[in-house]
């Protein structure tokens, strides 16, 4: 399809025409003479067009022409159609960054806003680079390595505003990506920061040509390809860091204008990067519009973010399904351990765990001393929930992940990393702000019914690439990141019940009560042992469709009441503890390098050590920052992103 620059440009005036006609009665005439300050504004609508539709429209177009530039200068340095800056967690890293300087140094966002944020990105560039190696950027695995740091970064980031939230509770809105302007303060700010990118378009040209001969055809044609990617990465980063300190994370502009640009003909990397200067304003003027127009007739400001996770989720799961090669489906598998089965394995797990029970239980903080004591009756009676909340909500979900490794043969399949936390995370948000009742107070069953919306929209998805890891982890990023803008833009309300949110969102074993703490154990005990007991049918499925079939067995009722207990046990603990991150995927390959090779091995090993994990990530967040606590799920995330981390280090080494 060849599309003409001057036609691609002249697209976007009637958007903007249209755009600036929102919530006004001012004629097109009267708009004229104001831009032109032939008639000063005196009314009140007069000012709020002026200064407030107008900028909002300018800064649209800034932005968007910014990260659909950035995102194509990223994806031609790499080679890889996928990256972004939110995949490559640049977005994640930018909003660490301010948080960090928002705590630590309340006057100096003023003037050192887009200096941390650039230095967070910088800081989540580096990781995901050390990762997955520099001259590994153009394989998928720099996607996985992005999301890790994503989830690590995020995890971070949920700590830091749990303990300081007075200085960070203002940056809610900023999170959901919020285009809305009280003057033209914020883009006679902007502008000037975005000089970078003006060079980047007159000048990159040319070596981003070269570089698609590839590091060796571009070094003998004389150009310093290391100092060409280190320029234009800073330069992109400055402009990026920019854009988003202004408005806040635009998720998947930056990854769907440039795969369009080259849709559109774009062969030269001049035409690719102009094309997507113009389909990033176009895009993100389109989705603010979008934003707008459902604000009307709603009671509630949609965030401009909302809408382009919308829109660019969904193009992102086609742009897998298309871009992906039958070869790249199953290109990627977690390395495992040689380790053989041993009786004495699993009783060694469980001395483990009654080991840190006994920790967890007579441990007491003291100033700067851990004293080992006898729990007083006050102390029991708040330390045993915990306990058990913390045991049962990592033996849950660690079962969560075998199960659903087991039934789609997929090492890297999780109920986090597929979606399916976020999904009940979404149903219990949305049930809370619909019925009025706080988050604790609401049923497993809701969750269950997100958990299982998203198990089935993945395992739809998923019939085309066999179930195969990357393809569905991918898409349970999507997803994910999709849900996440959601629930952010209900956090941008505001209002008490925020708070309260975000330490459920954390993971937080605090406030379980002593009867949620029974009903956990009890159904994820029960749970278990109903996997256990269909084992057959576990180890059946592994076979093959035809194998099981020969043997008798109904694949399609066992496969869907199979992934309905993982649901319901990812859905379970969602409820009762909230959302817990990498439990579910670092618990099974523990197991399996502790040599559990059968289902049930792997079922029960990997519930104990799941067990293991969380109660060593309570405990330690109690312990580590005291008087302060951090949470279970965010200490687990923050050790659980790290190790996933070096699992992908350990990948690469091992395909080099």
């Known amino acids: 399809m060849i599309i003409s620059r001057k036609g691609l440009c002249l697209l976007i005036f009637p958007v903007v025409f249209i755009t600036l006609q929102i919530d006004t009665s001012l004629t097109w005439l009267e708009q004229i003479w104001l831009i032109s300050g032939r008639k000063g504004a005196t009314e009140f609508e007069e000012l709020i067009w002026l200064h407030g539709q107008l900028p909002r429209v300018t800064m649209a177009l800034l932005v968007g022409a910014t990260l659909g530039s950035i995102g194509s200068v990223i994806q031609q340095l790499t080679r890889n159609p996928l990256l972004s800056p939110v995949t490559l967690g640049s977005s994640s890293g930018a909003w660490l960054g301010l948080i960090v300087l928002a705590i630590l140094w309340p006057e100096g966002q003023e003037n050192f806003r887009t200096l941390a944020a650039m230095v967070g990105a910088m800081i989540a560039l580096g990781f995901v680079v050390l990762i997955s190696g520099l001259r590994n950027l153009s394989g998928l695995s720099v996607v996985l390595a992005g999301m890790a740091v994503n989830l690590l970064f995020g995890a971070m980031t949920t700590a830091l505003i749990l303990l300081n939230d007075q200085y960070a509770r203002n940056l809610f809105i900023w999170g959901a990506g919020d285009l809305g302007q009280n003057g033209w303060e914020m883009v006679q700010w902007l502008w000037p920061n975005l000089l970078p990118l003006i060079a980047i378009l007159l000048f990159a040209g040319r070596p981003l040509d070269l570089l698609k001969l590839g590091m060796s055809g571009a070094s003998g044609r004389g150009l310093n390809t290391l100092l060409t990617f280190i320029v234009l990465m800073v330069a992109g980063l400055w402009a990026l860091s920019a854009a988003i300190t202004a408005v806040g994370i635009i998720g998947f502009l930056g990854l769907i204008a440039p795969n369009l640009a080259r849709m559109l003909n774009a062969r030269t990397a001049s035409s690719e990067l102009f094309l997507s200067f113009v389909l990033g304003a176009f895009l993100l003027l389109c989705a603010d519009m979008v934003a707008q127009l459902v604000s009307l007739v709603s009671i509630e400001i949609v965030p401009t973010g909302l809408t382009t996770a919308l829109i660019g989720a969904p193009i992102f799961i086609w742009l897998i399904r298309r871009k992906l090669t ?60 915990r306990i058990v909340a913390a045991l049962f909500a990592g033996a849950g979900m660690a079962a969560s992940g075998v199960l659903i490794q087991r039934i789609i043969h997929n090492p890297l399949a999780s109920p986090d990393l597929l979606g399916m936390s976020a999904g009940a995370v979404f149903a219990l948000v949305i049930a809370g702000g619909v019925l009025g009742a706080q988050i604790y107070q609401l049923g497993p069953l809701i969750a269950f019914v997100g958990s299982g919306g998203v198990l089935l929209v993945l395992l739809f998805l998923g019939r085309r690439f066999r179930f195969a890891p990357l393809p569905m982890i991918l898409t349970g990023i999507a997803i994910s990141a999709l849900i996440e803008a959601l629930v952010q833009t209900l956090l941008a309300r505001g209002g008490t019940e925020v708070y309260d949110i975000l330490v459920w969102l954390a993971g937080s074993t605090y406030r379980v009560s002593e009867q949620n703490a029974i009903a956990l154990a009890v159904g994820v005990f029960a749970m278990v042992v109903m996997v256990l007991s269909l084992d057959r049918w576990i180890v059946l499925l592994a076979l093959g469709r035809s194998q099981a079939v020969a043997r008798g067995l109904n694949v399609p009722a066992s496969f869907l009441i199979l992934l309905s207990l993982c649901a319901a046990l990812c859905a379970y603990v969602t409820a009762l503890v909230g959302p817990i991150s990498f439990v579910s995927i670092i618990a099974p390959h523990i197991a399996t390098l502790l040599g559990a090779r059968t289902s049930r091995q792997h079922m029960l090993m990997g519930s104990f050590v799941g067990a293991n994990l969380l109660l060593f990530a309570d405990w330690l967040g109690q312990v580590l920052i005291y008087p302060y606590q951090l949470a279970a799920g965010t200490v687990v995330a923050i050790l659980g992103g790290s190790y996933f981390a070096v699992l992908l280090i350990q990948q690469q080494k091992r395909m080099r």
């Open 326 to 385: 039958e070869q790249e489906f199953s290109a990627y598998q977690i390395i495992r351990g040689r380790m053989q089965w041993s009786r004495y394995h699993l009783p060694l797990v469980i001395s483990v765990l009654f080991s840190l029970v006994l920790v967890s239980l007579f441990t007491h903080q003291t100033g700067s001393q851990l004293l080992w004591q006898w729990p007083e009756l006050e102390q029991w009676i708040l330390r045993w929930p």
